[in-house]
């Protein structure tokens, strides 16, 4: 997987991303973690480590997003968490699919066959059905878990969609702006595993109120 980079966001990760980035040594990838200068134990903890580090110049897990995928320079980048939540070993998956299929962009679920969470509470589960929902109705989207981001695409076409939302509605934003710009989508059955350590930086009322102005204003983007 030499044309592939993972952008890793990171904010309070101390306890999770060493053993995110131990976990990942026999894949060989290209990494760039995307963290805030301030966050000093979480940098000590990966000092060791093969990887690029940049530091936030805004705030906000969108910012980090759209700072590190510039900073890409393979044909494709993916969305990694640094709390030790995604699985490695799809990444081969997901990207056979998104070569073999010709796809721009492809979305993992943890709501299709075979997938699952054990990180999902009841809240979280209610927001993401109905936000996926809302998003084929609106948007004609084509993917089942709209706010998970475990996600591979063309590093090029998503620069070029010039997203903006500086924090968690960057994660309507992506899905939403290549399906209006004709990106062909689509995702693939993932299995979400409990967070390592650290909390939780979503909070489920005030991001989910958040997401759905997002969602709305971008009707008429």
């Not at 131990?22 to 903890?45: A, G, Q, R, W």
């Not at 209610?126 to 809302?134: R, T």
């Amino acid at each position: 997987m030499k044309n592939l980079t993972l952008v890793i966001p990171a904010k309070e990760e101390k306890e999770s991303l060493p053993q995110v980035l131990n976990e990942l040594k026999k894949y060989k990838l290209k990494k760039i973690v995307v963290l805030e200068k301030k966050d000093i134990h979480t940098i000590k903890s990966i000092r060791n480590h093969s990887c690029t580090v940049l530091f936030q110049r805004k705030k906000g897990y969108g910012a980090a997003l759209i700072q590190g995928i510039k900073k890409v320079k393979t044909k494709y980048f993916c969305i990694f968490n640094a709390d030790g939540s995604f699985q490695p070993k799809e990444l081969r998956t997901m990207m056979n699919k998104i070569k073999n299929e010709k796809l721009d962009l492809i979305f993992g679920s943890r709501y299709e066959k075979g997938a699952g969470s054990d990180d999902d509470t009841l809240i979280t589960l209610v927001g993401n059905y109905f936000f996926s929902a809302l998003g084929k109705i609106l948007f004609k989207l084509n993917i089942s878990d709209i706010l998970y981001t475990y996600v591979i695409g063309d590093t090029v076409k998503v620069i070029n969609l010039n997203l903006k939302e500086q924090n968690f509605n960057y994660c309507v934003e992506l899905p939403i702006k290549a399906n209006k710009n004709n990106l062909k989508i689509s995702s693939i059955s993932s299995y979400e595993r409990p967070r390592i350590g650290g909390k939780k930086k979503v909070n489920a009322f005030r991001d989910g109120l958040s997401i759905l102005i997002c969602m709305l204003s971008l009707i008429i983007k």
